[in-house]
């Protein structure tokens, strides 16, 4: 069984964990509103605004056994930039404030998920990090263009405000194809067992990013502007 198949298989209860979100199945069915919409789109930028500066840690901390993986590592940096201005742009579109998200403040649940992204590369494995970008890119994947098909269809947004989800829909395919060429290369067991126990911890936190969707407590939300 190559890596990335046992990957899959041995974090297939975290990810389910994640898709029991209630806020994800809701959006799957086009039963979320335009506050919803928003919501996802603050803690999206404050996450996705950190991954230049994560692949790059990622990259730096990488042992020099592993110096083949660097140009892989430079492909995702080009790839992802600017990719926290798209959201931006999307709250615009959506009717919302994006100055408030970019000036604003990640919810706790967001503020956790990167500062474990952070703490895994330094203090645990710089893989590990692979693992939020399997949890990111295969939830992405499998379920972004079909979210965003049921919200605009919900909401009546233009395509400008599904920018985000849209082209990470599209990108995430690919990238999802070179991530398993990439790990599949790897071969000692303390970097995949890095790689399964990230991904075990991401599905987790990313999870609870969802969940927090839902909690009645809230702070530093783009408002949506008055019809």
């Known amino acids: 069984?190559?890596?990335?198949?046992?990957?899959?298989?041995?974090?297939?209860?975290?990810?389910?964990?994640?898709?029991?979100?209630?806020?994800?199945?809701?959006?799957?069915?086009?039963?979320?509103?335009?506050?919803?919409?928003?919501?996802?789109l603050h803690e999206a930028y404050h996450h996705v605004r950190h991954t230049v500066p994560l692949l790059r840690a990622c990259r730096d901390a990488l042992p020099s056994r592993l110096d083949w993986m660097l140009p892989a590592m430079e492909e995702y940096i080009a790839e992802e930039e600017g990719h926290d201005d798209w959201i931006l742009d999307d709250i615009r579109f959506a009717g919302?404030?994006?100055?408030?998200?970019?000036?604003?403040?990640?919810?706790?649940?967001t503020e956790v998920m990167v500062a474990y992204a952070y703490d895994t590369i330094r203090r645990v494995h710089p893989l590990g990090f692979l693992g939020m970008v399997h949890v990111l890119e295969g939830t992405s994947a499998a379920l972004a263009?079909?979210?965003?098909?049921?919200?605009?269809?919900?909401?009546?947004?233009?395509?400008?405000?599904?920018?985000?989800?849209?082209?990470?829909?599209?990108?995430?395919?690919?990238?999802?194809?070179?991530?398993a060429t990439l790990v599949?290369?790897?071969?000692?067991?303390?970097?995949?067992?890095?790689?399964?126990?990230?991904?075990?911890?991401?599905?987790?936190?990313?999870?609870?990013?969802?969940?927090?969707?839902?909690e009645p407590a809230r702070t530093a939300l783009p408002a949506a502007e008055a019809a």
């Open 184 to 214: 599949d290369a790897l071969t000692d067991e303390s970097d995949l067992a890095a790689i399964v126990h990230g991904a075990r911890v991401f599905y987790r936190l990313y999870g609870d990013v969802f969940r927090s969707l839902d």
């Open 1 to 40: 069984m190559k890596f990335h198949e046992r990957l899959i298989n041995e974090t297939a209860d975290a990810r389910q964990g994640l898709l029991a979100a209630p806020i994800i199945g809701r959006a799957l069915m086009g039963e979320i509103d335009r506050s919803d919409y928003l919501r996802f």
């Open 145 to 179: 263009l079909q979210a965003a098909d049921s919200i605009q269809k919900r909401l009546g947004l233009p395509d400008r405000a599904m920018t985000y989800l849209r082209s990470h829909g599209h990108l995430d395919q690919d990238h999802t194809d070179h991530f």
């Open 96 to 109: 919302g404030d994006a100055g408030a998200t970019r000036d604003g403040d990640a919810g706790m649940a």
